[in-house]
Structures are given as structure tokens and as C-alpha cells.
């Protein structure tokens, strides 16, 4: 059974899958983090790996062509249909989407290469708990690459936006859960900075870390 929290992101996201990848925002900031997960970690054409919380594959898409195969997993069935649409069309067939909600569900019984994650985090309520089976879900020696904001102060997001579980995560706690939970080579990276229109016709700046780590 889903909880109140994940039906109201299933249900945002459905909503707003169709025009998802029309902002540029979102598309800049995909570029950044595909482009800093492929600076940070040496990517393999022999590599199993898997995305979660993939919405469209704005950053999946650009990496499963230096991968052997990608699971792009998310829990919004709206969002997977974008990706498979777009992955069809670009004849990108080493890319598979699942809807699975690790909170929920069990994971999968293979075992990954590389696990990989942009802007999912913060629609986590129980982060650690979920660093935990990322772990149990990764080989020996495989790689783990998240990308978030930054704590913030809540304006990030919209008041409408609902399923928002953190405020953007500060880099040294995240980087102690994933010691605590057993992974080493804990890095941290600036990955991109998005600005926003704030009040007062002001900009704001909300900087997106990449953390890299291996199991
Ligand atoms: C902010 S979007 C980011 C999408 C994509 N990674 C990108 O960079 O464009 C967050 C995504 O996380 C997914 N999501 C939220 N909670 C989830 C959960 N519990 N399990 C799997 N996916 C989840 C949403 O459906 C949405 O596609």
C-alpha cells in the first residue's frame, strides 16, 4: 500500500509527465549531472546499472550509451511512458523502464554496477533506510552517484508541490549516512547551480551536489 506521501508524487508527476521536458531549467541541469556522474565515475559498456527515480530519462538517456544496460526505475507511470517513448523513438534499446517504488517494494534480485539518482532524494522521507538497500542492490566494488540540492530554505520548490520530504540534504549528514550504512570513497561535487525567479524580482541560486561513493 502506498503512503500519502508517495501517492501524492506518483499523482504530481503523472500530471506534469507530458511536459516535463519543455523547461530548460530542468534540461540544463540533466546536462550537468550526466556530464559530472561521467567525470566522477569510470563509466563501462560492460556495466549493469540502474536509475531511480529516472522521471523521462533526462539524465538516463545520455548515459546508457556508454553503459552495457540501464533499469530505469521510477514510480510514476506517466513519467516512465515519456522515457520509453523517447528511448523507442532514439532506438536506444539497451534501456528497459520499471515502475518500482523501493520504499514500498522489495528490489530487484540482481546486482548493479552502478545505482544512479538525480532529484529523487528529496521526495525520500527515510533517506538512510534507502541508502541501505541501494547498498544490498550494488556488487562489490560497484558505484553509487546521487545528485540533490543543497539544504535550502523551502523556496525551492512551489507551495502547490506536493511530496516533498527534505529541504535539500546538507552534503557532511548525507555523506555520514552513506559511511554508517557501509560505503567508501564518500566524494562530494558541485554539480550545477540552478537560479530562479524568487520575489522582488530577485534571483536565487540553488547549487545541486553530485556524492559518489562505492560499496
Ligand atoms: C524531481 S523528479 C526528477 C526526475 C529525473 N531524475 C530528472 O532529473 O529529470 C523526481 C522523480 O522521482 C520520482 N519519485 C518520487 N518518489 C519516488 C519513489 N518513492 N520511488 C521511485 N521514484 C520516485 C518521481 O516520480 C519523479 O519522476
Redesign the pocket.
Known sequence: MSSPL?ES?RNR?DRIAAEWDDSPT?RNL?VSVAATITEAVPLSPQWQALE?????G??GAQLAPHLGHLLA????SG?LSVLANKAHASGLDNLETRQ????REPPPAERYDLIFS???LH??PDVPALLSTFHGMLRDGGWLALADLDAEDGSFHSSEAEGVAHHGFERTELSQWLEKTGFHEIQARTAHTIEKNAAEDRTRQYPVFLLTARR
Not at 531511480?52 to 523521462?56: A, E, R
Not at 526505475?73 to 510514476?76: A, F, G, R, T, V
Open positions: 508517495q508524487n508527476f530542468r540533466a531511480y527515480g529516472c522521471g523521462t533526462l539524465v526505475c521510477d514510480l510514476s513519467m518500482l517504488d523501493l520504499t538525480s532529484m529523487t521526495h525520500i
